[in-house]
């Protein structure tokens, strides 16, 4: 079974992922993926090798909540393609 909550995304071919809170800002967020890295995820395989092709910022921030933009020293959006990330 996987901890992850993993809902059908407005986009075609993609899941939304909603990620943990962030210690550091107290937020969640959303990450939307390629639905197989999402039916990967569902079936328990780590991230890294359910969504190799995803940032491995992203990555985190799905496993552990913390947002690339809080990590300390982070530069926000940096290297990040903005349509994987959903304001909420
Ligand atoms: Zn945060």
Redesign the pocket.
Known sequence: MSHHAIYDSMQEGCADILTPV??????QGWITVPQPGADALMEGQPVQDALPEVDPRLREQITS???P??FPGAEFGDGIDPDLIHGH
């Open positions: 962030c210690p550091f800002c107290g937020q909540g913390i947002y933009r809080c």
